[in-house]
């Protein structure tokens, strides 16, 4: 398999440069998911990954795969919770690489969404993310792939929706800088985002105008402000529902257009 590479310049590059991003391509807490799968080990190099089945189906089974990627200073345990569901999926939950230097937990990739170089480093990062779908995709059988983000995890999935490789991305409390302009969708990728309005870590406004650029680049989808903070304490009960209706096997019917939902 070849090792999907990218790099992307931050600011008045990343709009070319996002073309080139398409052709690309603590202890206690873990220890109280679920056990992983027996018999069907799951191996992504330079990833700490967790798999989990939910829906009562058997693991060999095709199934949709979801991602689901965790925010600064979190881990493999930070969305459990929220992502406890009753339609059948492959949930694998992707550990970032590097340790939180100021404390407990792991991040993807080092830069703060307002440093200079924080859009060619979360270019690489989401690399790293297609080559772990790759990876998975080539031991398990996969249906659809989708992608769960949060915070850092929902910058990335921002990011992956203008690949073109996911059917579903649900970036939550994530956004993209304001110059960034997304590729023309090539109509696979439904996009549901979810943010806070009391987030005082990274504004509403952010994510809306980050949705706003994906509508205009002719993206599917909605976008949903609910009252809650950054925090998954706060949020975290409004991903539940989103996760399932993606994943619900029932044909969707009426509209995909576009949407802005909430105040």
Same mark, same amino acid.
């Given at each position: 398999?070849?090792?999907?590479?990218?790099?992307?310049?931050?600011?008045?590059?990343?709009?070319?440069?996002?073309?080139?991003?398409?052709?690309?391509?603590?202890?206690?807490? @873990?220890?109280?998911?679920?056990?992983?799968?027996?018999?069907?080990?799951?191996?992504?190099?330079?990833?700490?990954?967790?798999?989990?089945?939910?829906?009562?189906?058997?693991?060999?089974?095709?199934?949709?795969?979801?991602?689901?990627?965790?925010?600064?200073?979190? &881990?493999?345990?930070?969305?459990?919770?929220?992502?406890?569901?009753?339609?059948?999926?492959?949930?694998?939950?992707?550990?970032?690489?590097?340790?939180?230097?100021?404390?407990?937990?792991?991040?993807?990739?080092?830069?703060?969404?307002?440093?200079?170089?924080?859009?060619?480093?979360?270019?690489?990062?989401?690399?790293?993310?297609?080559?772990?779908? &790759?990876?998975?995709?080539?031991?398990?059988?996969?249906?659809?792939?989708?992608?769960?983000?949060?915070?850092?995890?929902?910058?990335?999935?921002?990011?992956?929706?203008?690949?073109?490789?996911?059917?579903?991305? @649900?970036?939550?409390?994530?956004?993209?800088?304001?110059?960034?302009?997304?590729?023309?969708?090539?109509?696979?990728?439904? @996009?549901?985002?979810?943010?806070?309005? &009391?987030?005082?870590?990274?504004?509403?406004?952010?994510?809306?105008?980050?949705?706003?650029?994906?509508?205009?680049?002719?993206?599917?989808?909605?976008?949903?402000?609910?009252?809650?903070?950054?925090?998954?304490?706060?949020?975290?009960?409004?991903?539940?529902?989103?996760?399932?209706?993606?994943?619900?096997?029932?044909?969707?019917?009426?509209?995909?257009?576009?949407?802005?939902?909430?105040?």
């Amino acid at each position: 398999m070849k090792r999907t590479t990218i790099a992307l310049a931050a600011g008045a590059t990343v709009a070319g440069a996002a073309l080139g991003l398409r052709a690309l391509m603590r202890r206690q807490a @873990i220890a109280a998911l679920p056990i992983p799968t027996p018999n069907l080990a799951l191996s992504v190099p330079g990833f700490a990954v967790l798999e989990r089945i939910t829906g009562g189906i058997d693991p060999a089974q095709p199934m949709p795969l979801v991602l689901v990627l965790h925010g600064i200073g979190g &881990d493999m345990a930070q969305l459990d919770r929220y992502t406890r569901i009753k339609v059948p999926a492959r949930l694998v939950y992707v550990r970032g690489p590097l340790s939180n230097p100021r404390g407990a937990g792991y991040s993807y990739f080092g830069a703060r969404f307002n440093s200079a170089n924080f859009m060619a480093e979360l270019a690489a990062a989401a690399a790293e993310i297609v080559h772990v779908a &790759d990876t998975v995709a080539s031991q398990r059988a996969v249906t659809r792939t989708l992608v769960l983000g949060y915070s850092q995890g929902g910058h990335i999935a921002w990011l992956l929706a203008g690949t073109g490789r996911f059917d579903v991305v @649900i970036p939550v409390s994530g956004a993209l800088v304001a110059t960034y302009q997304p590729p023309p969708s090539t109509g696979r990728t439904t @996009i549901h985002a979810l943010h806070g309005e &009391d987030d005082r870590t990274l504004p509403v406004t952010a994510s809306a105008a980050t949705f706003q650029a994906f509508t205009a680049a002719g993206y599917r989808g909605d976008y949903k402000r609910v009252r809650a903070g950054h925090s998954p304490t706060t949020i975290g009960s409004h991903i539940t529902p989103i996760l399932s209706a993606s994943l619900d096997p029932k044909p969707v019917r009426g509209s995909l257009a576009p949407q802005i939902r909430g105040r």
